[in-house]
């Protein structure tokens, strides 16, 4: 029995496909690993989205060919976003890979592994089409009380400064069926907590042709008992249909919380970002979403240092943040990447410039999340509790209702005892509170 350690880069979604991948190794008696060096084939699942991204993922796999060299391992296989951006032009580069799998191939990784030397190709790179359905051998890798549930493929929005359309291909929805069937398969587990994700979840269901919509499926979700808390991720500010928001004012199981990356403010920079929404659509939309769902969580992103961004539509952008007072904020800088229109823009934003303007809108943030968390001292609130942390390993946290996992901070748990343990909903009083964080006493 071969010794496999897959490497997992990047977003929740590409962790899915990473799940996927250990599901049919383990079903093809292929024995999973902690480590490395333990290893006799090492897969690394790489990210691309910017270049960071793809630098990490570049590091990583120089540091396994490394290993490869010097240590157990007789493999090394690559797969995701980077090698269907590149394509088989990392052959030449990467002399030390065995396979290369793009991200509509993932699903071959027992069989390349399984077959004799020579028996199958160096690299499979295609248009993406699969998606991963409920009859997938997919190993949760998260958290047991918590998963991540990847409703949809691919984008069909072009936004400027975007490359995924390109590494994930058209928008393909699973069916709700499938969705459903997967969910109940979670929480069987033990999974309490779903986070769904997608590249765009308002268009969940479009390209089906029958009438489906997210509002359905996130009805027929909410119906699982197992589940306790399910959150929705990445939904474009175009188009929200409302009985999507209906049923998350309504569905008890459903979270009062909403993820919409909106980019940017200014008109200017929406435009030229191709986002096909102005600042007054995104107030409106803003608006729909906080009159449908009362004490509703936002969270959103923003991208700064965009080509052609001037002083006074960076100012445009902080006087959005501070007039909405969103929940919670991310703040990226732009990177320019390769096969995007933005990459040729005139008026490339000074990297120094970029990194201020990060910095002064998270501030500014700062000081709303502050201000936010302040007013929760005192109140009585329920925590997911997540178990250990890991920069203090005997104190415990948890999240509330409206912290994501890995994005949105935690609760530092005191007072404590055995029978508080991971997976648990806590009631929990909060007794202080940071811009990020929040302490609170376990009460029942």
Known sequence: ME????????????????EVMVGKLQQGAFQLVDSPEEADVIVVNTCSFIRPATEESVDTILEMAQLKKTGSAKKLVVTG????????????????????????????????????EGEAARSYIDTPLYIHDEL????????????????SEGCDHRCAFCIIPQLRGKMRSRTVASLVAEARRLGAEGVVELNLVAQDSTAYGRDLG????????????????????????????????????RALAEEPRLLKYVDMPLQHASGRMLKAMKRGVSRD??????????????????????IVGFPGETDADFDELCDFVETERFDRVGVFTYFPEDGTPAATLPGQVDDGVKLARQKELMKRQAAISRSKHRKLVGTEEVVLVDGPSKESPLVLI???????????????????????????????????????????????
């Open 398 to 444: 948890g999240r509330l209702r409206s912290q994501a996992p890995d994005v949105d901070g935690h609760v530092w748990l005191t007072e404590t005892d055995e029978s508080v343990r991971a997976g648990q909903l806590r009631k929990v009083r909060i007794v202080k509170a940071t811009a990020h964080d929040l302490v609170g006493e376990v009460i029942g």
């Open 3 to 18: 010794r496999v350690h897959l490497i997992s880069l990047g977003c929740p979604k590409n962790r899915v496909d990473s």
């Open 81 to 116: 976003c980077m090698v269907q951006r590149y394509g088989q032009t990392l052959e030449l580069e990467l002399p030390e890979v065995d396979h290369f799998l793009g991200t509509g191939e993932y699903h071959r990784i027992a069989d390349v592994l399984s077959s004799r």
């Open 210 to 245: 029958d009438g489906t919509d997210l509002g359905a499926l996130l009805r027929a979700l909410g119906r699982i008992e197992s589940l306790q808390w399910i959150r929705l991720h990445y939904v474009y500010p175009l188009g929200v249909p409302e009985s999507a928001l």
């Open 136 to 151: 997938a051998p997919r190993i949760n890798s998260w958290a047991p009380h918590s998963a991540y549930l990847k409703l």
């Open 281 to 302: 659509g995104q107030e409106k939309v803003l608006r729909r979403v906080r009159d449908a769902i009362p004490n509703v969580t936002l969270r959103t992103t923003f």
